[in-house]
């Protein structure tokens, strides 16, 4: 149970941190970009920036959390990556559509698409060997 648990919660910092870094370049674009001024300007944009600051870190965790529940011995790789990936990529996708400073739109064909990913992972789960929990 505890490396599913791990695996959810890598899924969340690493949706988490994507989601962040979108919201933070959008006022870094506004001003010009990234890399207008080189490279060291960068990296003070990025630490001066929370929502970029909060998405690194939610990297960083999510790789530690990632990198522990694939220590588990049955928690196999090709069954990890695609909840990670697969469900991941459907939690952005929704949150993007919701979030009032993203407001992407999510046509029906793209909401379908979300469910035929996630439907895809759920076969995936359902034809691997059982996780101990």
């Known amino acids: 149970m505890r490396y599913v648990l791990a695996l959810f919660v890598a899924l969340v910092l690493n949706a988490c941190a994507n989601l962040l870094m979108k919201v933070g370049m959008k006022s870094v674009e506004a001003s010009g970009g990234l890399f207008k001024d080189g490279v060291a300007p960068a990296f003070k944009t990025v630490l001066t920036s929370a929502p970029l600051l909060v998405g690194l ?77």
Do not use: D
């Open 57 to 133: 870190t939610c990297f960083v965790l999510n790789a530690g959390f990632y990198m522990y529940a694939l220590q588990s011995k049955s928690l196999k790789i090709s069954l990890a990556y695609p909840i990670m990936v697969g469900g991941g990529f459907a939690f952005i996708a929704v949150i993007a559509r919701l979030h009032p400073s993203l407001a992407e739109r999510l046509t029906w064909g793209q909401f379908a698409g979300v469910g035929l990913v996630l439907a895809g992972v759920i076969l995936i789960a359902a034809q691997s060997e059982r996780v101990p929990m």
